[in-house]
């Protein structure tokens, strides 16, 4: 699913979309923020116009609001809407109130502060985190300055902006600010995962970066549940896959040895149209294809000799599915590593990282999650 960032430059009227502010401001009787359509329909949602016969003018979003001065998530239930007399699409539904034990929490926006609107949904809004910068926030202000520059003025006071660009203007932002639960380090993510799961380049990569981000102990224990959590959705997304090529008759059976077997060296076991068996091996990840891979010491000697052996790269997990690229045969590669280890006696190695690019792999295939599951 494509990315679908905004940022705004909060207008008066559009803060009246907090109680608190529309008592205060007397800006009119909004009671929205709006939503300026050469961004929100030209470039998030070009659809959403000739979708209002079907999903109708009021479309539910889950909103989940950041801040301002980085205060914690706020879940609420609003809506796009888009009335005939409206100008714009709108974020509206109803007040967003202060949060209980948060007396004033929205007092300290302001006309000119700014708003990062992150929305996922296809083809329509499903849900949105709304991110609020004001400017009078210490823990705010430079990550405002940033972003206001994006916004050139006058009428246009919404831009789109992608998750890379949100992280180079967060900079040297503190790690615990909300925006990177938006922004997109994709280095730094990266590194975090391969250090969580014990890689040294890792953590060689946060111990050079760990001036700007310094990385708790939390964490990495969060990235190591999240890397175990994606290993076992991939391996589910990968079982999608093996069912639907064996119903086209493209392989012959498949079985998922590591559902029984937790300790099983590969995740499936494949036999071919042909006869031929072949173990299977899902590596996966939510980040990019080019995430360094763990392979443990069994998966390596199971690799080296014995049926082919084949990984299976799931990688773009999200709430849709996933990507899949396929490495077949490793036993060159698992047969060099262990020709190359030499090791004392009494020493062992529990598994290696390796980079993708020293595999060749097939094209990507798009694996979408079904609407029941597959057993």
């Known amino acids: 699913m494509p990315d679908r960032i905004a940022i705004k430059r909060l207008t008066a009227?559009?803060?009246?979309?907090?109680?608190?502010?529309?008592?205060?401001l007397g800006a009119g009787n909004q009671k929205a923020i709006n939503l300026n359509a050469d961004v929100f329909i030209d470039r998030l949602y070009p659809a959403l116009p000739s979708l209002v016969a079907t999903y109708g003018d009021v479309i539910p979003v889950s909103m989940t609001i950041l801040g301002p001065a980085a205060a914690a998530k706020l879940v609420l239930s609003r809506a796009v809407t888009k009335r005939e007399a409206y100008k714009n699409w709108r974020l509206n539904g109803e007040f967003v109130r202060d949060p209980e034990g948060e007396p004033g929490r929205f007092d300290s926006l302001a006309a000119g502060d700014i708003a990062v609107l992150d929305f996922s949904g296809d083809p329509v809004p499903t849900r949105l985190t709304l991110l609020l910068l004001a400017a009078n926030s210490p823990l705010d202000k430079?990550?405002?300055?940033?972003?206001?520059?994006?916004?050139?003025?006058?009428?246009?006071?919404?831009?789109?902006?992608?998750?890379?660009?949100?992280?180079?203007?967060?900079?040297?932002?503190?790690?615990?600010?909300?925006?990177?639960?938006?922004a997109a380090d994709r280095e730094y993510e990266a590194a975090v995962e391969d250090a969580a799961l014990?890689?040294?380049?890792g953590a060689s990569t946060l111990t050079i970066k760990k001036a700007a981000r310094p990385v708790s102990a939390a964490t990495l224990a969060a990235a190591k549940a999240s890397a175990e959590k994606n290993g076992r959705?991939?391996?589910?997304?990968?079982?999608?896959?093996?069912?639907?090529?064996v119903a086209d008759g493209s392989i012959a059976a498949a079985e998922w040895s590591a559902r029984t077997n937790a300790v099983a060296p590969f995740d499936f076991l494949v036999t071919e149209v042909g006869g031929n068996v072949v173990h299977v091996d899902a590596k996966?990840?939510?980040?990019?294809?080019e995430r360094r891979i763990h392979i443990s010491f069994a998966e390596l000697t199971a690799a080296s000799s014995g049926p082919r052996y084949d990984i299976w790269r799931v990688h773009g997990i999200d709430d849709d599915g996933a990507k899949l690229r396929i490495a077949r045969d490793i036993a060159p590669l698992a047969q060099a590593i262990l020709t190359g280890l030499d090791l004392p006696v009494g020493v062992a190695i529990d598994g290696v990282?390796?980079?993708?690019?020293?595999?060749?792999?097939?094209?990507?295939?798009?694996i979408e999650?079904?609407?029941e599951p597959v057993e």
């Open 353 to 366: 990282s390796i980079d993708p690019t020293t595999l060749t792999w097939g094209v990507d295939v798009v």
């Open 13 to 24: 009227s559009d803060l009246t979309f907090f109680e608190s502010l529309f008592r205060k």
């Open 142 to 182: 430079a990550l405002h300055d940033a972003l206001d520059a994006f916004v050139s003025g006058g009428r246009r006071t919404m831009v789109e902006i992608s998750r890379d660009a949100l992280a180079n203007a967060a900079g040297t932002t503190s790690s615990t600010h909300p925006i990177w639960q938006i």
């Open 369 to 371: 999650r079904p609407d």
């Open 198 to 201: 014990g890689g040294i380049e």
């Open 233 to 245: 959705d991939g391996e589910a997304l990968a079982w999608i896959q093996l069912q639907k090529l």
């Open 284 to 289: 996966s990840t939510a980040g990019e294809f």
